[in-house]
């Protein structure tokens, strides 16, 4: 049976955040801006840079799983419903305020 292709690709890289204008300096697993919440619709899988849509993700909920956060993304180019572990430094008042919008406190 051949091997399992992997479904993580870790991508070490710095950006400067679209929504914002935070510099970030990526740690390898940043998906998203940690001051604004914005992201990029870039992946199919984590971290494969292969999604042809490249539309913006805006923030529009976030709860608790168990394992930590989770924020909830629509991508305002081609609708796509996305959910990513929110990190350490991410900004706690905005990410308290996902959490009360989606009813999840």
Do not use: Q
Not at 73 to 102: M, P, T
């Amino acid at each position: 049976m051949p091997a399992m292709p992997k479904r993580f690709k870790r991508v070490i890289e710095d950006f400067v955040c679209f929504n914002c204008g935070t510099e970030i300096k990526g740690g390898g697993y940043t998906d998203h801006c940690p001051n604004c919440l914005w992201g990029l619709h870039v992946d199919n899988n984590p971290g494969d840079r292969a999604s042809k849509c490249k539309g913006r993700l805006k923030p529009v909920g976030a709860a608790y799983d168990g394992f930590g956060y989770m924020i909830e993304y629509e991508c305002l180019k081609c609708g796509a419903k996305k959910r990513f572990g929110a990190s350490e430094n991410d900004n706690e008042e905005l990410l308290i305020s996902l959490v009360e919008r989606s009813g999840a406190v």
